[in-house]
């Protein structure tokens, strides 16, 4: 089955920091989110990017599907952006998304 | 506006008891419908979904079962309740076409003791 691989693990920033977060996955995904979770469990959807460069507010996600990777640039980071941030490579028709451990992200004042 | 909301929010279970989670969906046709369970630490994994009513696939194995009695509605339960059924389970939703991008509900919090 598929397999996803998120890198860093954890990462710690100042505020106004720019941060860059890294997804591989094993298999061929023609879905792919990023998805952020917050410290009380709650998933929100931040990127739908199966392909190409997309940007919304202070995000930019690449994702190369011959590669089968993706990443996220958070841009001007604010301590509201801290929790952890998810990467799910999927297919579309059935929408199974498969997710890794995620990267945990600490913005400091 | 499309909103999802489960229910309960919080449950603490004794272990053998049995359990139902539900999840409703309003504001949306015939979404697709999706369960997904998170261990205390693990990652998050798919336990079943659904296209339309009275039909859901499982993903993983858990001793558990889910059913689509309403369009609109997802309900997740056992008889039997394991230790290792506590964490956090989320009911998510997509539409058809498009990104089939998924959005997900609050979660339910289930400690079994």
């Known amino acids: 089955g598929q397999q996803v691989q998120q890198s860093p693990a954890s990462l710690v920033l100042q505020e106004g920091e720019n941060a860059e977060l890294q997804c591989n996955f094993s298999?061929?995904?023609?879905?792919l989110q990023w998805f952020y979770q917050s410290p009380g469990g709650s998933l929100v959807s931040l990127l739908s990017?199966?392909?190409g460069t997309k940007h919304t507010g202070r995000l930019t996600s690449t994702t190369v599907t011959k590669e089968r990777r993706s990443s996220l640039h958070i841009s001007s980071s604010q301590t509201t952006d801290s929790g952890t941030y998810l990467c799910?490579?999927?297919?579309?028709?059935?929408?199974?998304?498969?997710f890794g451990r995620g990267t945990r992200l600490q913005v400091y004042a | 506006a499309q909103t999802i909301h489960q229910w309960p929010v919080a449950e603490i279970k004794a272990v053998g008891s049995p359990l139902s989670l539900g999840c409703t969906i309003k504001?949306?046709?015939?979404?697709?419908l999706y369960w997904y369970w998170q261990a205390t630490g693990g990652t998050l994994q798919q336990l079943f979904y659904?296209?339309?009513?009275?039909?859901v696939e499982s993903v993983v194995q858990l001793n558990l079962s889910a059913s689509r009695p309403k369009d609109d509605q997802f309900i997740l339960s056992t008889e039997k309740l394991l230790l290792s059924h506590s964490g956090f389970y989320l009911c998510?939703?997509?539409?058809?076409?498009?990104?089939?991008?998924?959005?997900f509900g609050p979660g339910t919090r289930l400690t079994v003791l």
């Open positions: 998510a939703w997509s539409l058809w076409g498009g990104s089939y991008e998924q959005y």
């Open positions: 298999s061929t995904a023609t879905q």
């Open positions: 990017n199966p392909s």
């Open positions: 799910g490579p999927g297919t579309q028709v059935v929408g199974q998304l498969t």
């Open positions: 504001g949306k046709s015939s979404p697709n």
């Open positions: 659904s296209i339309t009513v009275g039909q």
